[in-house]
């Protein structure tokens, strides 16, 4: 028996606007260094089309912070969401690693930050990348491990 599960992809535009206060914090704009921040339409754009499993988990993220600020989080003073997303953070780690995740994933996709960080705006593929050749003896534990998951054709 498959289990179906159903995600709900969309943010109100009260989240939108509170998603936005937070990764644009998290990876301000830097004008001394000519970079956008995770805020810049383009690439919050990209965060909202990219939520997937994270959607739960941020809504829940958005709800704790809302509650927190007594309102919503995004039309509090920037001087105080440290006070309002610390007590969170520490009893939700997990809540914000999820952001942090969906955040960095589009933040470094986006084609003016990999250039300003010397890379060829590119997929990796077909050129690829020069990987350099590293210690294989790393991977012995992992080999001897033997494999980790279930073989369909043994059940």
């Known amino acids: 028996m498959k289990t179906e599960i159903h995600l709900q992809t969309k943010l109100s ?3 939108s606007r509170t998603l936005a206060v937070l ?3 998290m990876i301000p704009a830097s004008d001394e260094h000519g970079m956008p921040g995770a805020d810049d339409p383009l690439i919050f754009a990209d965060i909202l089309k990219s939520l997937g499993r994270e959607t739960p988990a ?24 440290q006070s ?20 960095a994933r589009c933040y470094y996709r986006d084609d003016r930050v990999m250039e300003s960080l010397g890379m060829e705006a590119r997929p ?3 050129k690829g990348f020069e990987v ?3 210690n294989w003896a790393l991977l012995d534990p992992v080999k001897a ?3 980790i998951w279930r073989n369909p054709d043994r059940e």
């Not at 829940?60 to 600020?69: C, T």
């Not at 309002?84 to 690693?97: D, G």
């Open 13 to 15: 535009s009260a989240q």
């Open 23 to 25: 990764v644009g914090s």
């Open 58 to 81: 941020i809504q829940q993220l958005i709800g704790l912070l809302d509650q927190g600020a007594g309102g919503s989080f995004a039309n509090l003073p920037i001087e105080q969401h």
């Open 84 to 103: 309002v997303l610390e007590p969170v953070r520490e009893k939700h780690p997990l809540l914000l690693a999820a952001l942090i995740t969906a955040t």
């Open 124 to 126: 990796p593929f077909p």
């Open 132 to 134: 350099h050749e590293g």
């Open 145 to 147: 491990r033997g494999p």
